[in-house]
């Protein structure tokens, strides 16, 4: 998986969308694109962990990786997710029956029964995902970055682990931080983007419908325009 980030201008586009974690719903995360009228036209953040705890990781990485070869401006990153998931494809069995990435994975059938072709493409997909991007105004991001350090960016795996960061303006460049990873109640996400917080969390915890207060919908945020789409989950 790339350690490195990209950096993507978007100054001349009229709107400009970021996705939270998707987690394996298919039906909702197609219905959310439905609700924004997407058709390529415009840059797509995807945040990551787009696999694992729903009910179709393999339909809904399919499902990417087909709308990123027929969209350029479709721009996934990696979560924490979807790196156990290489490396459970590319394990050795031998080094991965007491890892609590394996104890987490077995859980998942579905990965058991798919073909070495689709087995190559998943991989190869995984491999090429950046763990952030940058454009002129904004860092996007699976986890956040560790604000301890000198550079930001020296931190890899901060990027889809950290669970807490204090933000820091200049080590940031004064850029504006969006995330997922950590699901937030939606009137926390709302309060946040109505206020312009310099950091803007997007994972509402699709897969906890009906089990967590306030949580169960994918979140997209259109940022130049600073408005917010959820779609409850369907799947």
Not at 53 to 68: H, M, Q, R, Y
Not at 136 to 154: C, L, M, Q
Not at 178 to 206: Q, S, T, W, Y
Request: hydrophobic share 35%.
């Amino acid at each position: 998986m790339s350690a490195s980030g990209s950096f993507v201008s978007v100054e001349n586009e009229q709107k400009v969308y970021a996705i939270g974690d998707i987690h394996g719903c298919i039906n909702t995360l197609k219905a959310l694109l439905d609700q924004i009228d997407y058709k390529g036209q415009s840059p797509l953040f995807l945040l990551g962990d787009y696999v694992n705890k729903g009910p179709s990781s393999v339909a809904t990485l399919n499902f990417i990786i087909d709308l990123k070869s027929r969209f350029p401006k479709v721009l996934p990153l990696a979560g924490n997710h979807d790196q156990y998931l290489l490396s459970f494809l590319t394990r050795d069995d031998d080094d991965w029956l007491d890892s609590s990435e394996y104890a987490n994975m077995k859980r998942y059938e579905e990965y058991q029964i798919i073909s070495a072709d689709e087995k190559r493409l998943f991989v190869d997909f995984l491999l090429s995902l950046p763990l952030y991007y940058e454009t002129e105004t904004t860092f996007f991001v699976h986890a956040g970055f560790n604000f301890e350090r000198k550079s930001i960016f020296d931190d890899t795996s901060a990027m889809v682990n950290t669970r807490a960061f204090h933000y820091d303006a200049r080590k940031a460049s004064n850029k504006r931080l969006v995330h997922g990873h950590l699901p937030v109640e939606l009137a926390i996400m709302k309060k946040r983007i109505e206020r312009e917080f310099p950091v803007i969390p997007l994972d509402n915890g699709c897969v906890y419908s009906g089990e967590r207060k306030d949580m169960g919908s994918l979140c997209c945020l259109e940022l130049n325009k600073m408005k917010l789409f959820t779609q409850p989950r369907i799947d």
